[in-house]
């Protein structure tokens, strides 16, 4: 890796230097600052979300972050395929908010764009993982505050499995368990 | 390199060339980030910024709406640097999460030398006023700066960011594309490193101290 670093001719400065570094820093999923992360959050019990099934899907680890923001807040959950057949979701909505659309969130060229897409394909026998700094769903125009502690209700419609609704609890701004796919860090010293 | 042509990587038109040029070097058999800890950035966690950037020199408008002069009012500071949207659903809130989670566990001696500057990329909808209501969410310390959307691009220009891009989401919504990392600029008043989205809260009450206390101690 400090080869490749090095190996940037050193007409490559400022900020054409800085977004290589920043990229090396960020575009492997897996590695260490690869995958979005906050904190391992310790879940408490009552905040857990049992699974949700429809058909051959199994919907787990639903939340939403206390958004800061009084209109916009985003929604990620874990679907499963327990079948043969891909399924893919199509469409979210909820009456706590004018709009939900499906996000991306895409790094291109050191920053950070929020994509809408039109599905998010999940595979047979796979998973679709909606999580920070990814997939996403997005509420646009909330119609109350959210504040943790609260929850709401997400209704999912799926291609093959159908609709279904979730409850989304509202955890802490800091909450992302979706996210561990990089290896856990010692926690702080408390 | 992967068979591309280095003189025609190098004449693209920057920051997709670039990151391709990124995704290729770090995808590589040898995957390590950069920002690992120790080896490359001097023990801190961040991302070491091959060319350490000048602070920038711009005034734009706090919370209160009085002028802030970026250079004079964090001179002598541990300042970080970020520029964001208050309707971000995914990372900024996470940042500011993160860094207030911190910021309230350091003790007294360390964050009063430190000031965190949040340049909102969005002046049509964050008035200082919706400004300060989302950064009181997390820590009524953070400064929040706007101004016209010239000053503000005239600031990301000035910083060395990718200037942040509205996307129409439909239906009157939009989203704003911006520069995703924590730019730390030290009192030598250089950034020598960076703080990519994915930064946890961990490698900040790692680095924060030792950046206040030691200043740069890099390369």
Aim: net charge neutral; hydrophobic share 40%; charged share 20%.
């Amino acid at each position: 890796m400090k080869s490749s670093v090095y190996r940037v001719p050193r007409r490559l400065t400022g900020l054409s230097g800085m977004l290589l570094v920043l990229l090396l820093a960020s575009a492997c999923g897996g590695t260490r600052h690869g995958a979005v992360t906050g904190e391992p959050t310790p879940t408490p019990t009552a905040a857990v979300s049992a699974a949700t099934r429809v058909g051959a899907l199994v919907i787990r680890d639903v939340f939403t972050p206390a958004p800061a923001s009084p209109d916009t807040a985003a929604v990620y959950f874990t679907v499963q395929n327990t079948g043969d057949g891909d399924d893919a979701l199509l469409t979210a909505a909820t009456d706590i908010a004018d709009e939900v659309q499906l996000h991306r969130t895409v790094m291109e060229g050191g920053a950070m764009k929020m994509q809408p897409v039109p599905r998010i394909a999940v595979p047979a026998h796979g998973e679709a993982r909606l999580a920070r700094g990814g997939l996403h769903v997005m509420l646009l125009g909330l119609r109350r505050p959210l504040r943790e502690g609260d929850r709401f209700e997400l209704r999912l419609t799926f291609e093959r499995a159908g609709a279904v609704t979730v409850t989304v609890p509202v955890r802490a701004a800091t909450a992302a368990p979706g996210a561990a796919t990089a290896p856990p860090t010692p926690a702080m010293g408390h | 390199m992967h068979g591309i042509p280095r003189s025609r990587i190098l004449t693209g038109t920057g920051a997709l060339v670039l990151a391709l040029v990124g995704l290729l070097a770090a995808c590589g058999p040898s995957t390590r980030p950069a920002a690992g800890p120790a080896e490359d950035t001097g023990g801190y966690r961040g991302a070491l910024l091959t060319t350490p950037r000048p602070k920038p020199d711009f005034t734009l408008v706090d919370t209160s709406e009085r002028p802030f002069d970026f250079r004079k009012e964090t001179d002598g500071f541990l300042t970080l640097l970020f520029f964001g949207y208050t309707h971000c659903p995914d990372i900024c809130p996470l940042h500011m999460a993160n860094l207030a989670a911190v910021m309230r566990k350091l003790p007294p001696d360390i964050t009063e030398r430190i000031k965190v500057v949040f340049v909102t990329v969005d002046p049509e909808r964050d008035t200082p006023a919706v400004l300060r209501a989302w950064l009181d969410h997390f820590d009524p310390r953070f400064i929040g700066l706007t101004g016209t959307q010239e000053a503000i691009d005239a600031a990301q220009q000035a910083t060395g960011v990718p200037v942040a891009v509205k996307e129409d989401l439909g239906n009157g919504q939009y989203a704003v594309s911006h520069a995703a990392y924590v730019l730390v600029y030290t009192t030598d008043n250089l950034a020598h490193i960076a703080y990519p989205s994915g930064i946890r809260q961990s490698d900040w009450a790692h680095d924060l101290p030792r950046l206040v206390k030691k200043g740069w101690q890099g390369q």
